[in-house]
């Protein structure tokens, strides 16, 4: 824990704690060189020893610190100071929205599916970047005094690999809004925020959590096997687009649910105005069956067929390239032509003929003779 007054990195001042989560301590403090309050956010002890997660905490960070839009929490700065690890980001005065899920118990539709609109309109920003936060929640959710929702903590939660959760556990309230493939370790991607954002949607119009247990390890395995109690059972106030979104958003297999955070933000919006529309599309992917196929029963065999299948290759040639098959030709016709002409001329032409030069084949007589 760092202490009221301790400057870090020579430019931030701390000013006191304002909050703590599974993987780091938040706090004020002045920036002196823009002279500005921002928000610090050190890594907690444990996670410091990790070498390879230091090292991931730090690119993703400075991957996220691109990212600048309305509905996100800016990060300024990324670093360490004599091994306190450190993000600086814009600091909201506000309440996070599990603090307002807390306070009101449940939200109404309205206020639900504004929250759910700026979220999704952060995390396709995000996404567009090719950024996936993995850790979608209440808590990572700020709602400031002004009314503005604000998604932080982006890039952090794809340095946390699944050993370091076990590992340390402060983590584990994630466990309620994991994705199932999040929750059993394998590939996450923009559809897992899609997942979690759902979770999110539901608690705000229920007041609880789709899946809940003792253990972590439990809460995981309701979320892979167990199909969820629809929101509008848990909330008949609920209208039926707003169910339809969130149920589509739950469901189990990735590729059922919205492919993205802008069509999803596309179906809310909508909702709005038609919260009673029954335009949700929860048509499921369904693969083409296997199909029996009659056996081609093939009767030319042997050398006959061989020869036709020759000759039937050439045909489907021909068949294929008719403009090279008639240029082909004609080049042919010209050429036997030319060859028939030359053949009648040559016939018709009178030849040279050698004739002996008799005059060296006589000899004159010896004068003996």
């Given at each position: 824990?760092?202490?009221?007054?301790?400057?870090?990195?020579?430019?931030?001042?701390?000013?006191?704690?304002?909050?703590?989560?599974?993987?780091?301590?938040?706090?004020?403090?002045?920036?002196?060189?823009?002279?500005?309050?921002?928000?610090?956010?050190?890594?907690?002890?444990?996670?410091?020893?990790?070498?390879?997660?230091?090292?991931?905490?730090?690119?993703?960070?400075?991957?996220?610190?691109?990212?600048?839009?309305?509905?996100?929490?800016?990060?300024?700065?990324?670093?360490?100071?004599?091994?306190?690890?450190?993000?600086?980001?814009?600091?909201?005065?506000?309440?996070?929205?599990?603090?307002?899920?807390?306070?009101?118990?449940?939200?109404?539709?309205?206020?639900?599916?504004?929250?759910?609109?700026?979220?999704?309109?952060?995390?396709?920003?995000?996404?567009?970047?090719?950024?996936?936060?993995r850790d979608v929640k209440p808590q990572n959710i700020i709602i400031s005094t002004d009314g503005k929702v604000k998604v932080?903590?982006?890039?952090?939660?794809?340095?946390?690999?699944?050993?370091?959760?076990?590992?340390?556990?402060?983590?584990?309230?994630?466990?309620?809004?994991?994705?199932?493939?999040?929750?059993?370790?394998?590939?996450?991607?923009?559809?897992?925020?899609?997942?979690?954002?759902?979770?999110?949607?539901?608690?705000?119009?229920?007041?609880?959590?789709?899946?809940?247990?003792?253990?972590?390890?439990?809460?995981?395995?309701?979320h892979m096997q167990e199909e969820p109690i629809a929101a509008i059972v848990a909330n008949p106030n609920i209208p039926i687009?707003?169910?339809?979104?969130?149920?589509?958003?739950?469901?189990?297999?990735?590729?059922?649910?919205?492919?993205?955070?802008?069509?999803?933000?596309?179906?809310?919006?909508?909702?709005?105005?038609?919260?009673?529309?029954?335009?949700?599309?929860?048509?499921?992917?369904?693969?083409?069956?296997?199909?029996?196929?009659?056996?081609?029963?093939?009767?030319?065999?042997?050398?006959?067929?061989?020869?036709?299948?020759?000759?039937?290759?050439?045909?489907?040639?021909?068949?294929?390239?008719?403009?090279?098959?008639?240029?082909?030709?004609?080049?042919?016709?010209?050429?036997?032509?030319?060859?028939?002409?030359?053949?009648?001329?040559?016939?018709?032409?009178?030849?040279?003929?050698?004739?002996?030069?008799?005059?060296?084949?006589?000899?004159?007589?010896?004068?003996?003779?």
């Amino acid at each position: 824990m760092l202490k009221t007054g301790m400057i870090i990195a020579e430019r931030y001042e701390i000013l006191g704690k304002i909050g703590t989560g599974g993987m780091a301590d938040v706090y004020k403090a002045m920036d002196h060189k823009l002279n500005r309050f921002v928000a610090v956010k050190v890594l907690k002890p444990e996670f410091r020893e990790d070498a390879t997660f230091v090292k991931k905490f730090r690119s993703e960070a400075q991957a996220a610190a691109g990212l600048t839009h309305p509905n996100i929490v800016n990060v300024f700065d990324v670093g360490d100071d004599e091994g306190v690890y450190y993000i600086v980001m814009e600091l909201i005065e506000g309440i996070t929205l599990k603090e307002y899920i807390s306070k009101k118990g449940k939200l109404s539709v309205k206020e639900a599916t504004s929250i759910a609109i700026q979220v999704s309109m952060g995390l396709e920003a995000a996404h567009s970047h090719g950024i996936v936060h993995r850790d979608v929640k209440p808590q990572n959710i700020i709602i400031s005094t002004d009314g503005k929702v604000k998604v932080t903590d982006f890039g952090i939660a794809k340095a946390v690999s699944n050993s370091t959760i076990t590992a340390f556990g402060t983590t584990i309230g994630s466990v309620h809004y994991f994705s199932p493939e999040h929750a059993r370790g394998g590939f996450t991607d923009e559809k897992s925020d899609i997942y979690s954002l759902g979770v999110v949607m539901y608690e705000m119009l229920t007041g609880r959590v789709p899946f809940d247990a003792d253990t972590p390890v439990s809460v995981a395995l309701k979320h892979m096997q167990e199909e969820p109690i629809a929101a509008i059972v848990a909330n008949p106030n609920i209208p039926i687009a707003v169910n339809d979104i969130i149920m589509k958003s739950l469901k189990k297999d990735p590729n059922l649910r919205y492919q993205s955070a802008t069509a999803m933000l596309i179906d809310l919006k909508r909702a709005l105005k038609e919260p009673q529309g029954n335009f949700v599309d929860n048509n499921e992917y369904v693969d083409a069956p296997t199909q029996r196929i009659s056996t081609i029963q093939d009767d030319n065999r042997g050398p006959k067929a061989t020869a036709k299948k020759k000759e039937n290759k050439f045909v489907a040639f021909v068949k294929k390239h008719k403009v090279l098959s008639t240029i082909v030709g004609l080049i042919l016709l010209f050429v036997l032509s030319l060859g028939t002409t030359l053949g009648i001329a040559n016939a018709t032409r009178t030849k040279d003929v050698a004739i002996p030069n008799f005059c060296l084949l006589y000899t004159s007589p010896s004068p003996r003779d």
